[in-house]
Structures are given as C-alpha cells and as structure tokens.
C-alpha cells in the first residue's frame, strides 16, 4: 500500500522560508516523477513542482521558479520542497503526489497517490 505523508508546514512572515518533506512507503520516489501541488480556499488545485529519480530533470510553474526547489533523498525515500522568499499568494494547503509515470506532468490525472496535505500560511 502506498503511503505519502507530508509535514513541514506552518506560519511565516512574507519574505520567510519552509522546507516541507514527504515521506513515501510502498513506492520507490526514485523510479518515478513526484509532484507537490497546492490548494488555496476557493481555487482549484495547481501543479508547483515535479521531479523524476535522485539526479533527475526538475520542473517548476512559472509562479514559484526561482523560489522553490524540489530534491530526493533516495536513501530516504523522501521529496523535498524548499521554499523561499514566500509570498502570501503562496498560502494554501500543500499536496506531495507520486505518478506511475517517468514522464513528469502538471497534469493532476497524472498522479495516482496523494498525502493528505500540509498548510503553508504566509502572512503580511
């Protein structure tokens, strides 16, 4: 059974940073792409970042490139988002997801395991 658990969330001023991680048990991040996605109130979920195996390719939407960075610790089996100069469009709720595909896509069908989710409250 495939299990991602995200955690690193929390409060930060504008201009602050959190680095959330996601946790994987019955898959193996490093075979496929993960993504994080976001969900603020109201809106729709958006793709922020996907990455495919330890050395792998890393994509970003064009709202936090240059900000964030996604990486793999393979020997922990663990997706990383660093997040940096946060805004307060950047409150939401954050979401790792984990494709059965090497291609890495902003495409939510794309993804077929979800965590349940961290919240990132950027404040003015």
């Known amino acids: 059974q495939v299990q991602l658990v995200e955690s690193g969330g929390g409060s930060v001023e504008v201009g602050g940073s959190l680095r959330l991680s996601c946790a994987a048990s019955g898959y193996t991040i490093s075979r496929k792409c993960m993504g994080w996605f976001r969900q603020a109130p109201g809106k729709e979920r958006e793709w922020v970042a996907a990455v495919y195996g330890a050395g792998g390719s890393r994509v970003y939407s064009d709202s936090v490139k240059g900000r964030f960075t996604i990486s793999q610790d393979v020997a922990k089996n663990t997706v990383y988002l660093q997040m940096n100069t946060l805004k307060p469009e950047d409150t939401a709720m954050y979401y790792c997801?984990?494709?059965?595909?090497?291609?890495?896509?902003?495409?939510?069908?794309?993804?077929?395991?979800w965590g349940q989710g961290t919240q990132v409250t950027v404040s003015s």
């Open positions: 997801a984990a494709s059965l595909s090497v291609y890495c896509s902003a495409a939510i069908d794309d993804y077929a395991y």
